[in-house]
């Protein structure tokens, strides 16, 4: 039973470098969403997938950032001309077609570190 | 501004029953109540999750009152591996986590 994975679970890059992180759901989960989080707080939500289909995206989500998920498997996160406010750990959740989204499984997270 | 209300911390021994409340006014009606632990550098872990009344599994119970403005988590014979942050999810408007509960258990 695998869970979900995120890759790379560690990134370092300068100011104004662009990063993707990859998310690989638990199979046959056809939702996915994307968080962000920073210490001390809460995770964020960023956006979701329903297969393919991109569903509800956070107006904290500028345009910098992008989320893809073709055909429906795995997603990729992407920031463009990346902050130092984008120093986060970025998690990334799947649920299975029959839970509605409340119950999601989490991925061990991607540490972004903006120098 | 915050869509669940929880407190930040809280202080338990060994063996206790804990008790965690999220207060959650704007709840809509097709809402489910979901609670997530965390422990630090992990993603959170569901927990449990329920509509209305009273929701049990082998690790919690979830109370939720009739006019579903808040709900009360609760672990019973708590242990020190228990020492965690504790989320109240309230699934409306984009799946709002809300700023957790710390929960130290002490032994």
């Known amino acids: 039973d695998t869970g979900v994975s995120q890759n790379p679970r560690h990134k370092i890059t300068k100011r104004g470098q662009n990063v993707t992180f990859r998310c690989d759901p638990i199979?046959?989960?056809?939702?996915l969403y994307w968080y962000r989080q920073t210490l001390g707080q809460g995770p964020e939500f960023l956006t979701y997938f329903q297969n393919e289909a991109q569903l509800e995206k956070s107006r904290l989500l500028s345009d910098r950032f992008s989320a893809e998920r073709p055909k429906g498997s795995f997603s990729t996160l992407e920031i463009q001309r990346t902050e130092q406010g984008d120093s986060a750990m970025y998690l990334c959740?799947?649920?299975?077609?029959?839970?509605?989204?409340?119950?999601?499984?989490f991925g061990p997270g991607t540490r972004l570190t903006v120098t | 501004l915050a869509k669940t209300t929880q407190p930040i911390s809280m202080d338990s021994y060994e063996g206790q029953e804990v008790n965690i409340t999220c207060s959650h006014n704007n709840i809509a009606t097709n809402d489910y109540i979901t609670w997530y632990q965390q422990f630090p550098s992990q993603g959170p872990r569901f927990i449990i999750q329920g509509y209305k009344t009273k929701v049990t599994n082998e690790v919690a119970s979830l109370f939720i009152p009739a006019d579903r403005k808040s709900s009360t988590l609760s672990l019973p014979r708590v242990s020190l591996s228990d020492t965690a942050v504790y989320y109240c999810l309230a699934i409306f408007n984009k799946f709002y986590f809300g700023s957790g509960t710390k929960l130290n258990v002490k032994p």
């Open positions: 199979s046959e989960h056809n939702r």
């Open positions: 959740a799947s649920s299975p077609r029959d839970r509605g989204g409340y119950e999601q499984y």
